[in-house]
């Protein structure tokens, strides 16, 4: 079964800063996606982030950029330039294909912190 | 285009009690999934519809039920609750195909007593 680690529970930085948060995953299986998906204190989860597993370049979406280490089965985000707005949790999340359906398995998640 | 919508917000319901709850996708989405998300356990997969058939289920027991209708609404049912299933509940939608990204609705917060 795939399993997704999120080593921080918690992350605090100034704003303005940069934050790295971390992700580890375990599969065997080659083809995959892994998200980036925040929920901020209203509960509403929001996507940040796609990568294909089979793509090699880093996804990136604005000030939000990843680091696939696909051998390493490692998949960080980074956020530049933090702002206040960024406060919420992070849930690295790991999806394949079961026969034909669709199942994300989520990390325990990252409550990050932007203070002004 | 509407994002996901979910009905109600709020449930407060006492142990032995069914509830419903109810979930539309965006507007063309034919994938429902349900989540189940508990500051214990995190989120877990319930169960996703495509075209009112479950296509996957996660390792839940069988009090936890759903059904997805023509227009792909979906309602999931948790029959004699227990204070465990205190919990928000997420629904998700997408296109359907397995490659397709999971959008999410606000969530159902369950309160059992």
């Known amino acids: 079964a795939q399993t997704v680690t999120q080593s921080q529970p918690e992350m605090s930085v100034q704003e303005a800063e940069t934050v790295t948060l971390s992700c580890t995953y375990d599969t065997s299986e080659n083809n995959y996606y892994l998200f980036w998906y925040k929920q901020p204190p209203s509960r509403q989860m929001i996507l940040v982030i796609r990568q294909e597993a089979y793509k090699q370049q880093n996804a990136t979406e604005n000030r939000f950029s990843v680091n696939f280490q696909k051998a390493a089965k490692s998949f960080s985000l980074k956020i530049s330039d933090s702002q206040l707005g960024d406060t919420a949790m992070y849930f690295c999340?790991?999806?394949?294909?079961?026969?034909?359906?669709?199942?994300?398995?989520f990390g325990q998640g990252t409550r990050l912190t932007i203070n002004p | 285009k509407a994002g996901v919508t979910q009905t109600p917000r709020y449930l407060i319901k006492t142990r032995g009690q069914q509830v419903t709850l109810s979930c539309s996708p965006i507007?063309?989405?034919?994938?429902v999934s349900w989540y189940q998300q508990t500051p214990g356990q995190g989120l877990q997969f319930l169960f996703e519809y495509f075209s009112e058939t479950q296509r996957n289920k996660g390792n839940f027991p069988g009090r936890f039920s759903g059904r997805q209708f023509s227009n792909s609404r979906s309602e999931m049912n948790v029959s004699t609750l227990e204070l465990g299933d205190s919990a928000l509940y997420l629904c998700a939608s997408s296109l359907g195909e397995p490659t397709d990204t999971q959008y999410f609705g606000p969530g159902t917060r369950l309160t059992v007593l």
């Open positions: 999340a790991f999806m394949k294909h079961f026969q034909g359906a669709q199942k994300l398995v």
């Open positions: 507007s063309g989405h034919r994938s």
